[in-house]
């Protein structure tokens, strides 16, 4: 049975591996992002799997945008059966270093796109009587960020948005939300990242391979369920900073802050934040070992044992 899929954010890393992913089905897609040209290359690759792909240019951040996506969607295909959040932007900096508008611009992009997706889809889903939105938040909405607040601030409150929006439709037994908590990508999302620490900033190891999340979307559009964790690290964490939230926090401010002293100097940019960038279009970002799950054994390994170091100097306190 063919489907239609939107995917807001495909023009790049995991949306563009979402949108390869269900292209494999020869899905009917629609694709959004801010960057017409680029998802243009997208929707080639799409067709040449044998899918039927519309493109349009979509402002996230913008309600009517995302409602002329919804209409857009529902017109070329035969309603729309999954609608996929994705787009979102980061931010690097100290908290007070960083603008104000920068905030305001992460948070209306990760989180506030993602309501307006919600918003604008949901009176389709109803009418029709069935309809999955997969929330793509990453393990940012259960562990906090030393020097990326906004971002933090996003994502936990996705995690909020989702679960309420859960309950309200909790009489609608066709139409699910799903949310995806992938571990650190491997995708270019660093490089389009807004950065205001001046010093280059890089995706902590492991980093997984975005397919692994398109694959996992996929899955969660055949069988949708409330949440699904990409990557063993993501479990580890999450449950981490559950069971010590405080040690959990030091350590992480600790390391980027270790981190920061010695990473190369760079002049601070807004990255792709009010505007796309002509760069780092692919599915993957260069920086970790894109289908080689087995190889992040070791970085899982030392993780179990820092937090067991961490439990004995807590219960030494």
Wanted: hydrophobic share 40%; with cysteine; net charge positive.
């Amino acid at each position: 049975m063919n489907k239609t899929i939107v995917i807001t954010g495909a023009s790049s890393g995991v949306g563009k591996a979402i949108a390869l992913a269900f292209a494999t089905r020869k899905y009917t897609l629609v694709l959004a992002s801010r960057s017409m040209n680029e998802l243009e290359l997208v929707a080639g690759e799409c067709r040449e799997l044998g899918s039927r792909v519309s493109c349009l240019e979509t402002d996230v951040t913008e309600p009517s945008d995302m409602i002329n996506l919804a209409a857009h969607a529902d017109g070329f295909g035969t309603g729309i059966d999954v609608w996929v959040n994705n787009a979102g932007v980061l931010a690097a900096g100290k908290f007070d270093d960083t603008p104000m508008e920068v905030h305001d611009q992460v948070i209306r992009t990760n989180l506030m796109g993602y309501i307006h997706g919600a918003h604008a889809v949901l009176p389709y889903f109803k009418k029709q009587g069935f309809g999955t939105i997969i929330n793509n938040i990453s393990i940012g909405g259960f562990l906090p960020v030393a020097f990326g607040v906004g971002y933090s601030a996003s994502k936990f409150g996705l995690r909020g948005f989702s679960e309420a929006l859960k309950a309200e439709l909790s009489n609608h037994s066709d139409i699910h939300v799903c949310d995806v908590f992938p571990a650190f990508l491997d995708t270019p999302g660093i490089q389009h990242a807004a950065n205001y620490t001046g010093r280059q900033i890089r995706p902590a190891p492991p980093v997984y391979d975005p397919q692994r999340v398109a694959a996992a979307v996929v899955e969660l559009s055949d069988h949708p369920r409330s949440e699904t964790m990409v990557g063993s690290i993501s479990v580890l964490l999450r449950l981490s900073h559950a069971l010590f939230p405080n040690l959990t926090r030091s350590i992480s401010g600790m390391v980027i802050r270790k981190y920061l002293k010695k990473a190369e100097p760079i002049t601070k940019t807004d990255g792709n934040l009010f505007n796309p960038v002509p760069f780092g279009n692919a599915v993957h970002g260069g920086w970790g070992l894109p289908g080689k799950p087995k190889a992040h054994r070791k970085y899982l390994a030392g993780g179990l044992l820092a937090l067991a170091a961490g439990v004995v100097i807590l219960l030494k306190k």
